[in-house]
């Protein structure tokens, strides 16, 4: 964020969105303290920022069904942690809910990113 | 009232990657066992170096990054275990090492990955482990020439490969082909090992001779390894392993 608004030549970041990916189950209130820590004494300190979880979306390269995170069956507590550290474990433990097959994308919710900021110069 | 800047693309690098190298910061060694052909014993000498250097007094990581056939656990006999969460994963210690492989979360399921998705969780899974200190660490390479080896040239820096061979044609071609691919990218090489030597040839120390490597020694057929497997002290009495304490002599002595 503060790469952009310096490139932007800001004075001021107003606001910002944070987008949290619902496969890695990033706890929102550790990103806003980390972010309260870190963002003390630069441009960011006055900064209204939003967090926004994004459902987990997948796509089926077999079939081509879209499904997204909460329709996917079985997945247990010990299985969403080992998402959590690495998402692509999602190959071992989801299966398309159309065809069973394990030959997915993850096209939505993994990983933490910023989806807009807004600046004034 | 300002301008909304979104969709955009920072030139900052990914964050991960600088958290990788602080992973690794205090890892003195880092050695990188590879061979490009699947089946000539990476991972037998990969574990069983680990071991050998752990019971010579250093402190030795293992990393198993073979993320479609996991087996050092196998080797080492370890079953039942979870790593602890603590800012990111602390590899627990077993047999004196601390190892890290994919098989504690995916335990006897299949993973099937495709080509970018092994570069994300090779990414992802350095990211999360904290090595701490270490003198060496080991990492056992799956076989092949693409996402896991370009990954190490292009994330392990200080990596230092140790190339595995076996005399038959079957494989020198295919450790050519990685050694060709290490050179030309200027990754160092600490050697190379021709294991399951059953071949009265010189094929594989001529294949060093010929890209001036280090040959680093040879390592006989063992037919009593396989009754080893899961039990470390055992394996470490076998011929495979008096040979392998020879080899780990030699890379002492090239500074691995």
């Known amino acids: 964020m503060l790469a952009v608004a310096r490139e932007k030549g800001a004075k001021k970041i107003i606001e910002a969105k944070i987008k949290l990916g619902k496969l890695q189950q990033v706890d929102a209130d550790i990103i806003t303290q980390a972010l309260g820590e870190l963002s003390r004494g630069t441009l960011l300190e006055k900064t209204k920022i939003m967090l926004e979880a994004e459902e987990t979306r997948f796509r089926c390269l077999a079939c081509g069904h879209v499904w997204n995170l909460e329709s996917s069956v079985g997945s247990s507590e010990e299985e969403s942690e080992a998402m959590h550290f690495v998402p692509d474990l999602a190959h071992a433990f989801i299966r398309c809910p159309r065809c069973r097959s394990p030959d997915f994308e993850i096209t939505g919710g993994r990983g933490v990113w910023v989806e807009y900021i807004k600046i004034s110069r | ?256």
């Open chain 2, 1 to 256: 009232m300002g301008r909304i800047y979104k969709n955009f693309k920072v030139s900052v690098p990914d964050p991960r990657l600088s958290i990788i190298d602080e992973r690794l910061r205090r890892v003195k060694r880092i050695l990188i066992v590879a061979s490009g052909k699947g089946g000539v014993g990476k991972s037998l000498l990969a574990t069983a170096l680990s071991l050998m250097l752990s019971r010579s007094g250093r402190k030795v990581g293992l990393l198993d990054l073979d993320f479609h056939g996991p087996s050092c656990h196998i080797i080492l006999g370890a079953k039942g275990i979870t790593p602890v969460e603590e800012k990111g994963i602390i590899p627990p210690e077993i047999q004196g090492l601390r190892f890290m492989s994919v098989v504690y979360y995916i335990d006897e399921k299949p993973l099937p990955l495709r080509g970018t998705e092994t570069s994300n969780a090779f990414v992802e899974l350095l990211t999360i482990t904290r090595w701490g200190r270490l003198d060496y660490l080991i990492v056992d390479v799956p076989p092949g020439i693409a996402e896991e080896v370009l990954d190490i040239i292009r994330l392990i820096k200080r990596g230092k490969f140790l190339i595995v061979a076996t005399p038959s044609p079957l494989a020198l071609q295919t450790v050519a082909r990685l050694i060709k691919l290490l050179r030309e990218q200027r990754v160092p090489i600490l050697g190379l090992v021709e294991n399951m030597r059953f071949l009265d040839t010189n094929s594989v120390e001529e294949l060093a001779k010929s890209f001036d490597i280090t040959f680093l020694g040879h390592i006989p057929f063992d037919p009593g390894l396989e009754p080893s497997l899961g039990s470390p002290e055992k394996l470490l009495e076998t011929k495979f392993a008096r040979a392998v304490a020879n080899i780990m002599g030699r890379i002492d002595t090239n500074g691995g």
